[in-house]
């Protein structure tokens, strides 16, 4: 039985100070861009995407761990999420940025890990079926990160929060 606490708040990904990784929603450069990426550059500092040149190009559902230089964080987990509508199957896609993400931290021994809700921004996700993958495959894949003990997802609106919070009861509901 899983003891991996599952939790959504509102707030902003690059001010999490309590996690040991925060997820970047990046591009397939790994390039400072706008929403998540920006935040998330902005609060690292340019070494982040010196770092980041290493580490790129990724692929659609791929996940890359670096340094969280300027950031509260020891660890930044970029992912590329799909691009609804071009990008198929798009909630395997989705999943697997998940997926990816978690492991990666479990890896590298992290406790706590914090995602956006990937690809619901400029990538046009519709945010409830974003939401659904993003906690269904998050709680199917809770027995196999025995590290971890708590995945948080921030999300940047109220309504969001909101939304997500709702998807969460509903799957624990149902569950
Ligand atoms: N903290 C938490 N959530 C945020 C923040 C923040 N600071 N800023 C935006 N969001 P997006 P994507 C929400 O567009 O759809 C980038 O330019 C936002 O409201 O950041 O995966 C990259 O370079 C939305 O719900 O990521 C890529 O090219 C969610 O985070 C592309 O956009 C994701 O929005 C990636 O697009």
């Given amino acids: 039985m899983s003891t991996l606490i ?6 902003d990904i690059a001010n999490q100070p309590d996690m040991d990784a925060v997820v970047n929603a990046a591009n397939a450069q790994l390039l400072p861009g706008a929403g998540v990426a920006g935040a998330i550059h902005r609060a690292a500092g340019p070494e982040l995407a010196d ?5 790129a190009p990724i ?3 791929e996940a890359v761990i670096s340094s969280g230089f300027g950031l509260p964080n020891r660890f930044v987990i970029h992912c590329l999420g799909p691009i609804y509508g071009i990008d198929e199957p798009s909630a395997d896609l989705l999943a697997d ?6 492991k990666l ?4 021994g ?3 890990i914090a995602f956006p809700a990937i690809s619901t921004g400029v990538f046009g996700y519709p945010f409830t079926e974003a939401a659904r993958v993003a906690i269904a495959t998050v709680m199917s894949f809770a027995d ?22 709702r998807v969460l009861d509903e799957v624990r509901k149902a569950d």
Avoid: K, M
């Avoid at 931290?105 to 590298?108: E, L, M, P, R, S």
């Avoid at 609106?157 to 939304?163: F, I, M």
């Fill in 97 to 102: 940025c998940y997926r990816h993400a978690l």
């Fill in 110 to 112: 992290l406790a706590s």
């Fill in 144 to 165: 196999g990160v025995p590290c971890l003990e708590r995945v948080r997802f921030v999300l940047f609106s109220e309504a969001d929060q909101a939304e997500f919070q």
């Fill in 51 to 55: 770092a980041c040149r290493a580490l």
């Fill in 105 to 108: 931290a479990d890896d590298h």
């Fill in 59 to 61: 692929a659609t559902g």
């Fill in 6 to 11: 599952i939790e959504c708040v509102r707030g």
